[in-house]
Structure formats: C-alpha cells, structure tokens
C-alpha cells in the first residue's frame, strides 16, 4: 500500500533548540535524564496536531526525468510503520541500486515536520551519487516524543519490535525499487543512531555499514546505572549473542560533539570500545592506525580517528570528535538540529559506505 502525505512546517520555532531528541539524554550520574525531553512535550503537541491533520492520499509516482520521492507503509506482526523513499535523479529500475536507510531523532520525523530529510539532506547526495534513500517516521502511538526505542530490550533483537519493522522496510524497498543487496546502509541521528547500532546487530547480514551521529552502544540499558562497572566489553558479548550464526563485523562510522550535553562524548567512546570488541569477538581485530586534528576556516575543529589492521582492507571504524559542536547532525540541513559549521556528516556518511560492500 503506498500513502503520500505532507505536514507544513510549524510558523514559530521560538525555543524549539530546547527539544533533545536522544534516546539516551543522560544526567550527571550518567543515567537517562527523562526531564531533558519531557519540558519540551508543547512541540511534540504541535507536531501531533499538525501531522495530525495532514491529508493521506494514494501516492502514483510516474516514471519521469529527474528524482522524486514516493511513500510506503510496512504492515507485520511487529507494527506498522510509514516511510518515504527518495529516487535519485538518474534511478534506473533495471539497475541494482545503492540504498541508505536514515533515522531521525526524537522530536523529529522522516520526512514531514523538523524531518530526517531535511536535517540531513541525504536527498541532494544521493542525486548526486545515484542512491536510494529510505526515511522511515515514528509513530505517536509508539513514542509521543517520536522517539525509537532500542535501548528497550524489547527493540535489541531480530525478528521483534522497531529493528523487525525497519528491517521489512528495507527488504520491501529493495524488492520494489531494485535495490542493491551488497549496498545497503543504515545511518541514525541520536535514538536513531541508537537503532541503527542495533540493526547493525540484528540484522548484520541486512546492512554493509552503520553511522551513529549523537548515538550510544547496543544495550546501553545494561550499563547506564553504572557505567564503571559494565563494560563496553560486556555489552559486546551481548551484541555478539544476539548476532549468533548471522555474526558478521558490520563498520562503523561515529559523530560526535565534544559540547554535547545531551548524549555526552563517552557515549562515543564506549560504542568505539564496544566495536572493537565485537570485532575481536568475530577474529577481525582492529587498531589504531590514524588519528589526525584537522582545523579548517569557518569550521569547527574535529579529531579523526581510523581504526582497523595494517593489511590494506578498509577502516574497521572511523570517528569525528567534532570541537564545541552540541546535539546535532552536522552539516548544511535545515533542520532545528544542524549545525553548518561541523562536518557534513552525510557526505562523509556516504564515502564511508562507499568504501564498504557486503561480501557476495
């Protein structure tokens, strides 16, 4: 079944800065600090209203001259979820076709208002690098602050919850447009980057890379009453069982705001250290092998870091520590959470999955 609709933009964003949209909004104790989101719940109103109102309509996207974006809905024992699909300028349905999934944050949503798409303008990559780009949206009955859910365990495993639904997506998606097996990614902006570590556990046989922009580990849940007794190591393990005989070591690619006082740096640095982990689990032990300070004009200052073996293969991991950057995707979007003077964190998502392909 394939749906349309549109919601326009709320005319006031007067205090708007104030809504995080992390799955992971932490107090000094490092524990999940609910209050961070819940002042902010006038937004979330607005955009229920809003989005509320906004007309369904049958979508009949006809084959014409440049891109153009069509909408689906998943049905399936996990739930239902909407999504749109943006075709690149030069899409050829007979040819297999790269595919990005991309995840907002809370207090966001694919494709309608303080959307995925705008915030991250995948669409004006993918014109330009011929991909598929996939923006599913949050439902208010499942997350009132639009919120994904994988640091519930209910949404940490395959074949349930919010990873299933996003998973039947993406294989609807590559079964009706073409889409390339060996080239599908997935990249998410906070809860998103959230469930888009844990589809990478999930569902490693789905996805060739995973970029996490403001996001934490898998099964954080475990660790965050006490972050100095559970390890990354530990939550490693569990992300190793769960992949079990579908184990296979999906990149990693990590942004992250040094200012950022919603999910804070070590958030970064423990999803790294669980990676490594996860890869030493699986025999692919990886390193550093380069960490470069990089000062550009206009821009903020970023650590790049590349990990992975001395054998030529591509990085295992990469990461930006972006200085004085807050909760934000980096980059040129016009979304409330952007910042041009970081990263552009798409294009540098795109390269990184350029680099990777699922093994035939």
């Not at 509320?52 to 006809?62: K, P």
């Not at 004006?124 to 994904?148: G, K, M």
């Amino acid at each position: 079944m394939q749906r349309a609709g549109c919601a326009p933009r709320p005319r006031d964003h007067a205090d708007c800065s104030r809504l995080a949209y992390a799955v992971f909004p932490l107090d000094r104790d490092g524990e999940v600090n609910v209050k961070s989101v819940a002042g902010t719940s006038f937004l979330v109103v607005a955009l229920a209203a809003t989005l509320g109102s906004s007309t369904l309509t049958t979508a009949t996207a006809e084959a014409s001259s440049g891109d153009r974006d069509e909408y689906g809905q998943y049905v399936g024992d996990a739930g239902v979820l909407d999504y749109q699909v943006h075709l690149p300028t030069d899409y050829d349905p007979s040819s297999p076709t790269p595919i990005m999934v991309a995840l907002h944050g809370c207090g966001m949503t694919g494709y309608g208002i303080n959307s995925m798409k705008d915030t991250t303008r995948f669409d004006v990559v993918a014109n330009e690098e011929d991909f598929i780009v996939v923006y599913p949206t949050q439902s208010f009955d499942r997350s009132p602050q639009l919120c994904w859910n994988a640091i519930e365990p209910a949404h940490q495993r395959r074949g349930v919850g919010e990873p299933a639904m996003i998973a039947g997506i993406t294989e609807s998606v590559i079964d009706r447009y073409n889409g390339d097996r060996r080239d599908v990614h997935v990249s998410g902006a906070s809860s998103g980057a959230g469930l888009a570590v844990a589809l990478a556990v999930t569902y490693p046989d789905v996805f060739a890379t995973v970029t996490s922009a403001a996001g934490g580990e898998y099964s954080y849940d475990k660790a965050q009453h006490d972050l100095d007794r559970v390890s990354p190591e530990y939550t490693a393990s569990l992300a190793v069982e769960e992949m079990g005989d579908r184990a296979k070591y999906v990149p990693l690619l990590v942004v992250q705001g040094d200012r950022d006082d919603v999910v804070r740096p070590v958030m970064a640095e423990r999803l790294t250290a669980q990676w490594l982990a996860i890869g030493e689990a699986l025999g692919q032990p990886a390193s550093t092998i380069e960490s470069t300070r990089v000062e550009e004009p206009h821009r903020y200052p970023y650590t790049y870091t590349r990990y992975g073996d001395d054998d030529g293969r591509p990085s295992a991991i990469e990461s930006y520590l972006v200085e004085g950057m807050g909760h934000v995707w980096p980059g040129p979007g016009a979304g409330l959470f952007t910042d041009a003077a970081g990263i552009d964190a798409s294009r540098v998502s795109w390269q990184f999955a350029r680099s990777h392909t699922t093994p035939a």
